[in-house]
């Protein structure tokens, strides 16, 4: 499965601001967490709420802080994501 830097970015930051639940995950999370940039845990519930299951919520590891700094690094550069061959080649530095 081939992402390009915009696909990934947007997931990443999906991750970092709104803990996305793991069994709502997109696709593309499935591969964010095979190259070690996302993980699973568990949610601890609201304080009060004695019943509730566990949840699992995506999260950002280190590595998956510093990707995205990587990537909004390289948005200035023109056709950032309007060329397919770019974008491609930067979202395989990183699933590589």
Do not use: C
């Not at 069994?23 to 999370?29: D, T």
């Not at 004695?50 to 990587?70: H, M, N, S, W, Y």
């Amino acid at each position: 499965m081939e992402f390009n830097n915009g696909a990934v970015l947007e997931a990443l930051r999906l991750v970092l601001y709104r803990q996305i639940p793991w069994h709502k995950r997109p696709a593309v999370f499935t591969a964010l967490r095979s190259q070690g940039l996302i993980e699973a845990i568990d949610q601890k519930p609201p304080l009060g709420a004695k019943f509730l299951p566990a949840l699992q919520i995506a999260v950002l590891t280190d590595k998956g802080q510093r990707e995205i700094q990587r990537i909004e690094a390289s948005m200035h550069v023109d056709g950032w994501l309007d060329d397919d061959y770019f974008a491609t080649f930067l979202a395989d530095v990183t699933f590589n």
